[in-house]
């Protein structure tokens, strides 16, 4: 196991470096001129005010001089300063990042719960009504575009029912606790604010539904077939001979075998939960990460998009890391071993 | 004479193929009494794990049950689950073939002897389940159970960890065990040793086991009885001592002339030619008429009557006139 | 008979798709029903796609009545922001995601697979450069990637699909090499060694032709994530701009005039039926490439 994750973390920085890399060569082809959403495109021809912008942003010089700088400036966590926010990139992340995380957790608790609980069902009663509609359930929720799923579901709870709340993360009009954690739901509490906290849970139910619909037809998928295997297993007729009921079987000695394999798609369900996130973010008006990048990248504002792009692949690389260490730790067999 | 502990009349299991319905076993009357040792033989494919499985009700929802099983003078055929759960374990006990397997991979030893207990003894304390499943492991020897408690499936050796089964399975006192080919996955020296765990088990507990073997030579060690099946039917029945030194089916015959012996060590051993039939490939007639060298047209038209010859039961129309005691060791 | 090539003594091995493709639709009954559904909602769209020109009662970019009107007998779809009719746009748009998709996974597949063939089949210093190539891109959230590269390079059509296809090669580039280092490992190839078959010749002719499999069932899987990640690209401002039909595009348009459902309703369900049909014919085609894996 120690292998395993010593390894990973060797070709981490490795990784991180191309990925660096990647995305200065990227910021490099760019065809729009990032100095307009500086400066304006009035004052382009201003010679002053332009050599001004460009010392300022750091434009100027040699590509290999401007490699160095960033990868110097990366290395102290300076993500460099947002052309449209004006504000460091790594603040504006760090305040957005409690939000996109929020979303996420509770998309990840609805799509694991959610997509397990279809796989038991399915596995068990594999073949009848039942498993074909649960394998529906989960394929719907990797096949129906998430924007469109969260434009819906909107139109439907908000619009016309007017069961929940709109988008945005607590009521206009609702005073916003203040902000120690950023997670909104921990924040109201400390500030013992009880109604702001049934307000942020009621605005949290939609995006997480729709975000944790998107990523539990893989898990589904992924614990279905473990489950499958699993249950034909010695041990699990042995189980019942002892006399152990079925549930008890099915979870208790099914599923804490079935989910080990499963384990191994935790990072690909990650970047699942990105990519969806940057669209449900956009739909649900979040202020997270993920519509931050979507207001970077519309403005052409680069030092931000490189940001979240190189935040989001080093999260990538550590929940990697993470899928690798629960693995190991999850099986007796590998615990051991190395 | 008082009632048998498990009684199966006319035990039938069919299968759905594509062909319909197939029967994998039919017809098979099975009996064993309190502190009973019965061995239940033959090749594999014949039926015993399948009739055994049934008696336990854990075949697969897909296969069709029939017939009658009582146990205690019960009727178990068809029960509701509610009805077999509190039977499992508690009163009739499974030994499984492959150690390797049949333990879970991620739980503790400790703990799978524990829910052994734990499930039918909801009241116990944790300390005195602990201290039960301790003396489990001591009495099927496995040394420093202490420390063994706490250890995963994987740190046991192939005949620990069936000892390992066979604590699991005794764990509530049955009445009743199904061992099915319990040493088979084992090396010869840990087989001794395993069928040395049985032997007493069977003298200090008095629990019934039902011995399910390919392998005559377990069944002449340990059983009272024996029972034949060949695909899916009873061949012949009958205490171990008459059966063994007058069988009168010839593919019971057959199988004991499969039992290497000291006496001969420089002979071939005798093998039954051909394969057992599969299912929904069955002839008409007898079963075995096709393997068999004493097969007369008779036997491929009609199948035998399990018929009462002395103290056994056979299945065979030659039964009367043949005398196969001393068929063996012929040339092969 | 001197000169016969010993390698003929061990039969390659036959890939089977085709014939088990054959096979399998001989048995049509209800576990068919998903294939059905899908092939009739693919080949549906191709064909209106291709002919939509000749008999569309609107133009998708012209005014085809008053703006913003529901679903009636004249709009099934009703219309948009601009007069538009929707399921016209809805009906050209699969002259947009159609082609996108099958030109980035042509693209894709054709790239990874010659990158995995080779670092599979040179090894060495190659297959780590290559290997590592990948593992780089493979190492970034794919709608980051893709989102910088389309903000990089501009918004448009032609960006995204540039985009997506440095997203999905790495993928297939993995693939292939397994599988590559898969066969390389059968008899028939040792065979074909001895025999003196040239390296080039061996790949193409004896280890590739068993490779395919996996490979196209991914691909078809992989055809309703492409349009999926391509919709989204375009829903936030960086793929197909307007008044381009575009699904993710019209989406967009429907979510800024949120109180008229309806035109957001027709792309969303294009975009989901496409995506569906490629998951059950993708799940199709590998039960029949690997019975083993069915369940």
Not at chain 1, 22 to 46: C, E, H, M, V, Y
Not at chain 2, 292 to 310: K, T, Y
Not at chain 3, 82 to 100: E, H, K, M, N, W
Not at chain 3, 218 to 234: E, F, K, R, W, Y
């Amino acid at each position: 196991m120690l292998k395993v994750v010593l390894r990973r973390l060797l070709v981490m920085p490795f990784l991180l470096l191309g990925i660096v890399t990647a995305t200065f060569l990227l910021a490099q082809f760019t065809k729009g001129n990032p100095l307009i959403s500086i400066i304006g495109a009035r004052n382009l021809d201003n010679a002053e005010i332009v050599a001004a912008a460009k010392a300022r942003w750091g434009l100027d010089g040699s590509v290999p001089e401007r490699y160095a700088t960033y990868v110097w400036n990366l290395a102290h966590g300076d993500l460099g300063t947002s052309f449209r926010t004006k504000q460091p990139v790594l603040t504006d992340l760090a305040q957005r990042l409690p939000a996109t995380l929020e979303l996420v957790i509770c998309a990840m608790f609805v799509g694991a719960v959610g997509g397990i609980v279809l796989a038991i069902v399915s596995a068990e009663f594999k073949d009848s009504f039942a498993d074909h509609l649960a394998r529906l359930v989960a394929l719907l929720g990797s096949c129906l575009p998430v924007f469109w799923l969260g434009l819906i579901a909107l139109f439907l709870f908000t619009v016309q029912t007017k069961l929940l709340p709109g988008p945005g993360r607590l009521d206009i009009r609702a005073v916003a606790p203040p902000t120690v954690t950023g997670f909104m739901l921990v924040d109201t509490l400390l500030a013992g604010n009880w109604s702001a906290f049934v307000d942020a849970l009621r605005h949290l139910i939609l995006p997480a539904l729709v975000l944790g619909w998107s990523v539990m037809g893989i898990i589904t998928r992924m614990v279905r077939a473990s489950m499958l295997d699993v249950l034909g297993q010695d041990y699990i007729t042995m189980a019942r001979a002892k006399g152990a009921g079925r549930l008890r079987v099915l979870i208790h000695h099914a599923l804490a075998n079935a989910l080990i394999p499963a384990l191994t798609i935790l990072g690909f369900t990650f970047a699942y939960l990105i990519t969806g996130s940057v669209l449900v973010e956009t739909i649900f008006s979040w202020p997270g990460i993920g519509s931050y990048a979507v207001d970077a990248a519309r403005s052409l504002d680069y030092p931000a998009i490189t940001g979240v792009t190189i935040i989001g692949g080093l999260g990538f690389l550590l929940a990697n890391l993470l899928t690798d260490i629960a693995y190991a730790a999850a099986d007796p067999r590998m615990r051991e071993a190395g | 004479m008082s009632l048998p502990l498990l009684d199966i009349r006319g035990l039938a299991v069919t299968i759905p193929t594509r062909d319909g319905e197939q029967a994998a076993v039919s017809n098979v009357d099975f009996t064993i009494d309190r502190g009973e040792v019965v061995g239940l033989v033959g090749e594999s494919g014949s039926g015993k794990s399948l009739s055994m499985l049934a008696v336990m009700g854990l075949l697969p929802r897909h296969l069709h049950v029939s017939g009658s099983i009582r146990f205690d003078g019960v009727e178990i055929c068809g029960a509701p689950e509610r009805q077999m759960r509190s039977l499992r374990g508690r009163r009739i006990a499974m030994v499984f073939q492959d150690p390797m397997t049949a333990l879970n991979p991620v739980k503790t030893i400790g703990a799978q002897i524990s829910e052994m207990i734990r499930l039918h003894n909801p009241k116990l304390g944790r300390a005195e389940v602990k201290e039960r499943a301790l003396a489990l492991l001591e009495s099927v020897a496995i040394p420093a159970p202490e420390r063994r408690f706490d250890q995963y499936p994987h740190e046991f050796s192939g005949g620990m960890r069936q000892r390992v089964v066979i604590a699991i399975a005794i764990a509530n006192d049955p009445e009743l065990l199904i061992a099915d080919e319990p040493t088979t996955a084992l090396d010869v020296t840990i087989q001794a040793q395993i069928m040395e765990i049985f032997a007493r088990l069977r003298a200090e507990r008095g629990m019934a086991v039902v011995l399910i073997t390919h392998d005559l030579g377990l069944v002449a060690g340990l059983a009272d009885r024996m029972s034949v099946l060949y695909a899916g039917r009873v061949a012949e029945r009958g205490p171990v001592g008459p059966v063994f030194t007058a069988p009168r089916h010839p593919y019971t015959a057959g199988l004991l002339a499969a039992v290497p012996s000291i006496d001969d060590v420089a002979e071939r051993l005798y093998a039954i030619p051909g394969t057992p039939p599969s299912l929904g490939a069955r002839p008409p007639g007898c079963a075995f008429a096709p393997r068999c060298d004493f097969a007369v047209p008779l036997c491929r038209m009609s199948e035998p009557a399990l018929l009462r010859f002395g103290s056994a039961v056979v299945a065979c129309h030659r039964a009367e006139e043949l005398s196969l005691g001393d068929l063996p060791r012929k040339e092969a | 008979m001197l000169f016969s090539p010993p390698a003929r003594t061990i039969q390659r091995p036959r890939p089977r798709l085709s014939a088990s493709i054959g096979r399998a639709f001989r048995r049509l009954g209800w576990a068919h029903l998903p294939v059905i559904f899908a092939l009739v909602v693919l080949v549906g769209l191709v064909i209106i796609a291709i002919t939509i020109p000749w008999w569309t009662p609107y133009d998708p970019i012209g005014l085809a009545g008053r703006r913003l009107q529901p679903p009636s007998a004249a709009h099934w779809l009703g219309t948009d922001a601009l007069g538009r009719d929707v399921l016209v746009r809805t009906l050209y748009g699969a002259r947009y995601s159609l082609p996108i998709a099958a030109g980035v996974l042509l693209v894709a597949v054709s790239l990874g697979v010659l990158v995995g063939a080779l670092a599979g089949f040179l090894g060495g210093l190659v297959d780590n450069v290559l290997m590592r190539l990948a593992d780089i891109t493979l190492a970034f959230p794919p709608v980051l990637l893709a989102m910088a590269i389309a903000a990089s390079l501009g918004p448009g059509l032609v960006n995204t699909a540039l985009a997506l296809i440095i997203v999905w090669w790495p993928i297939y580039a993995r693939l292939m090499r397994a599988q590559v280092l898969n066969v390389r490992k059968l008899d028939h190839v040792d065979a074909a060694i001895v025999a003196g078959v040239r390296p080039g010749r061996l790949l193409v002719r004896h280890i590739m032709p068993l490779c395919w499999s996996p490979i196209f069932v991914n691909m078809t899987m992989d055809v309703g994530q492409v349009i999926l990640l391509a919709a989204g690209l375009s829903f936030i401002g960086l793929g197909a701009q307007p008044p381009t039909p575009e699904w993710g595009q019209m989406i967009a348009e429907g979510a800024s005039n949120f109180y008229c459902w309806w035109i957001a309703l027709g792309p969303g369900m294009a975009i989901f039926l496409v995506s569906l049909s490629s998951n059950f014919l993708g799940d199709a085609l590998r039960d029949v490439a690997d019975p083993r894996g069915r369940q």
